[in-house]
């Protein structure tokens, strides 16, 4: 299984960034697919989290109402689309696959099996 992000970079704070990660290696409209993110010195947090089919969503309190989790399943791709960006969103973003469940989004790091690379995001002031 292989899971590559793209679409990180440098944005000024309040503005606006879309990342992807594309998925192959086994079935993808069958399993949960989540963002989470990790600024240095912290541990690795769930950011959003979409089940198999996209019906069902779920964000950490800090990106509710300013990032979007999807998927298109045709593509085998998820996408986290993240607008009014803060310097505190500055970290490395990574897409993760829970092959266990294709229904609930778990937050915990211990439910996710495959993971990408990640791709840094920087917002500045």
């Known amino acids: 299984v292989q899971l590559v992000e793209s679409g990180g970079g440098l944005v000024q704070a309040g503005g606006s960034l879309s990342v992807s990660c594309t998925a192959s290696?086994?079935?993808?409209?069958?399993?949960?697919m989540a963002w989470f993110r990790q600024a240095p010195g912290k541990e690795r947090e769930f950011v959003a989290g979409?089940?198999?089919?996209?019906?069902?969503?779920s964000y950490a309190d800090s990106v509710k109402g300013r990032f979007t989790i999807s998927r298109d399943n045709a593509k085998n791709t998820v996408y986290l689309q993240m607008n009014s960006l803060r310097p505190e969103d500055t970290a490395v973003y990574y897409c993760?696959?829970?092959?266990?469940?294709?229904?609930?989004?778990?937050?915990?790091?211990?439910?996710?099996?495959?993971w990408g690379q990640g791709t840094q995001i920087t917002v500045s002031l």
């Open positions: 993760a696959q829970d092959i266990h469940n294709p229904v609930i989004v778990k937050t915990e790091l211990e439910a996710y099996t495959y």
């Open positions: 979409v089940n198999w089919n996209g019906g069902r969503t």
């Open positions: 290696g086994r079935p993808f409209s069958t399993v949960v």
